[in-house]
């Protein structure tokens, strides 16, 4: 090891260079970007479907699960591949290869045949770019984070990095403004049939941008110094995985670390929205507006939070925010009910719903891609209840009985289903008899006083947007501070490596799969708020594990060179 010179007189409180700005902006908005094209999928995933996925039949079946789950899944081998790469040959190449995959593929996806012109082509064509997506942002994040926290002067590593940290949600509340806008300008027949290509389409141009911006960066000083003098890894997933020490930390930062922020995060924006739009029943335009108006709000503080964790510490900021999430759900989602839509909340309390079933034939249902069929007449009733917002309570049924929706004074039976040769859906006369449940139980619970979708003129759009606020406010304690800890966590010659899979595993797979688990939860237990047990147990899990084995990261490593007498790791 050797001596590292400082690039220039540091103080916390010094002004930003104009190299520093560059660095923070051209990187900033490249993973904007990215986030961008990432959500799109998500955002236009019914149109989607019914473009590339042809119905009843088991091709359908595999590549709607694919083409779901990919885009996560993949994340965590992203890291690996690329983190790797960053550690080997540079973070300002690597980065600006990710970001020519995942603006390449969603261009593509923009211009993509539909099913009905190049037939299976088509969903093997889009699951191919969804993967790519995943790869790619798998590559991204770790790379701009610590490109970015590689050139923060001592003391303003936090505040350099939260502008990363900005990215996620500005790509969400990018991409809900251009679907919006192209919605609005082409009508909703129109963009169902052609319109949905705009968002992809225009994506090229923010490639090019960033791109153009990327191309003018230099590599980040601390890797080239390091390169320069030989001591880079040679074999960086080998070292930050293969070493005890390294994986230990890695294991600390998946369970301790970025696990509770996931769970966090996606709560806050992403199963809020969902909680809105498939539970409150408010219109979709109105939950996205609602959404992108907290998310305006709240941005700002992922900035506050970095720079305070430059001065107070990191962990603890991120840990109070996993707690007070844990703590607060409940009254939170409680509080969107009764301003969101107040008729169901009086519908709640007024009119239960009992489910008589055999407790053997009810099952937790856990389906990723929102596809698997579960037959018993126990899970066909419990997926009808939650569907229509409909919390209930179980009785006991004798064994082999049918289940039956008790509401008020009056019954409905369920049935059990028969499935296609297939064993992926139900057959016909089971697809008839449940449409004729669906239909007399919105016939039954509206007399109960159960509204079909929320009133408009009744939605506190204020208070609303206050609670989502709040919920996203959470989200910036968790992660503003999060890329400067993960960074400080590790050392420069495996960090991009060795940081990128556990923020990779803890946000594409604990948080990613949130939605679905949260929905299993509520179908199989009945209340519409049990599927915040979800997010509570693993924000108090990181919490518990973050508060017995992370250690304090920020001014360690200047801790550090002070000890060696200014050598570097």
Not at 89 to 95: A, M, S
Not at 348 to 375: G, M, W
Not at 404 to 421: D, H, P, V, W, Y
């Amino acid at each position: 090891m050797v001596r590292g010179a400082a690039a220039r007189p540091l103080h916390p409180s010094a002004p930003l260079t104009p190299q520093e700005r560059k660095v923070i902006i051209g990187s900033s908005l490249g993973t904007v970007f990215e986030w961008y094209d990432f959500y799109l999928y998500g955002a236009l995933a019914p149109i989607i479907a019914k473009q590339f996925f042809v119905s009843d039949s088991t091709t359908s079946f595999i590549f709607a699960l694919l083409a779901f789950a990919a885009g996560f899944l993949v994340r965590p081998f992203g890291a690996l591949v690329f983190g790797r790469l960053g550690d080997l040959v540079g973070r300002k190449h690597t980065f600006l290869i990710t970001i020519f995959i995942m603006g390449g593929s969603t261009f593509l996806v923009g211009l993509l045949p539909a099913y009905h012109a190049i037939g299976i082509a088509a969903p093997i064509s889009l699951v191919v770019l969804r993967v790519l997506q995943g790869l790619a942002l798998g590559g991204e994040y770790g790379g701009a984070a610590t490109y970015v926290a590689e050139h923060a002067p001592p003391g303003k590593r936090g505040l350099f990095t939260s502008w990363i940290q900005t990215t996620a949600t500005l790509g969400l509340l990018l991409s809900l403004l251009v679907i919006l806008g192209t919605r609005m300008a082409t009508g909703e027949a129109e963009f169902a049939h052609w319109g949905w290509r705009v968002p992809f389409l225009v994506s090229v141009i923010l490639l090019g941008i960033s791109v153009w911006i990327r191309m003018s960066m230099k590599e980040s000083p601390m890797f080239a110094r390091m390169k320069a003098e030989g001591r880079g890894s040679s074999a960086p997933i080998q070292e930050a995985f293969g070493r005890w020490p390294n994986l230990r930390l890695a294991i600390i930062a998946l369970f301790g670390l970025t696990m509770g922020q996931a769970a966090v995060w996606y709560t806050g924006q992403f199963y809020a929205l969902f909680f809105m739009t498939q539970t409150l029943k408010i219109d979709g335009a109105s939950a996205n507006l609602m959404s992108a108006m907290s998310l305006a709000l709240a941005t700002p503080f992922f900035i506050v939070f970095g720079k305070l964790s430059d001065r107070y510490g990191r962990k603890w900021i991120i840990l109070s925010g996993c707690v007070l999430a844990a703590a607060t759900y409940f009254p939170l989602f409680g509080a969107l009910t009764h301003y969101g839509n107040p008729a169901l909340e009086a519908a709640l309390e007024k009119a239960p719903v009992t489910l008589l079933a055999d407790p053997a034939s009810c099952h937790f249902q856990f389906s990723p891609s929102n596809t698997i069929r579960y037959p018993s007449s126990c899970d066909i009733a419990a997926s009808l209840l939650s569907h229509a917002s409909v919390a209930y309570t179980h009785e006991h049924a004798a064994a082999g009985s049918i289940a039956r929706i008790r509401i008020g004074s009056k019954e409905l039976q369920a049935f059990n289903a028969s499935m296609t040769e297939t064993g992926l859906d139900f057959d016909l006369a089971s697809k008839l008899a449940e449409s004729q449940l669906r239909k007399a139980l919105a016939v039954s619970i509206k007399a109960a006083g159960y509204p079909s979708r929320a009133d408009e003129s009744q939605i506190n759009k204020t208070m609303v947007v206050l609670i989502l606020f709040v919920l996203v406010l959470y989200v910036t304690m968790v992660y503003g501070p999060i890329a400067a800890m993960l960074v400080e966590m590790f050392p420069t010659r495996i960090r991009y490596t060795a940081m990128s899979l556990p923020y990779h595993l803890g946000n594409g797979w604990f948080g990613g799969l949130l939605p679905t688990v949260s929905f299993a939860l509520v179908a199989y237990h009945g209340d519409i708020y049990y599927g915040l047990w979800y997010p509570i147990v693993i924000a108090l899990v990181t919490a518990v594990v973050g508060t017995l084995f992370l250690r304090e990261t920020n001014g360690a490593e200047q801790k550090q060179k002070a000890a060696h007498g200014g050598l570097e790791d």
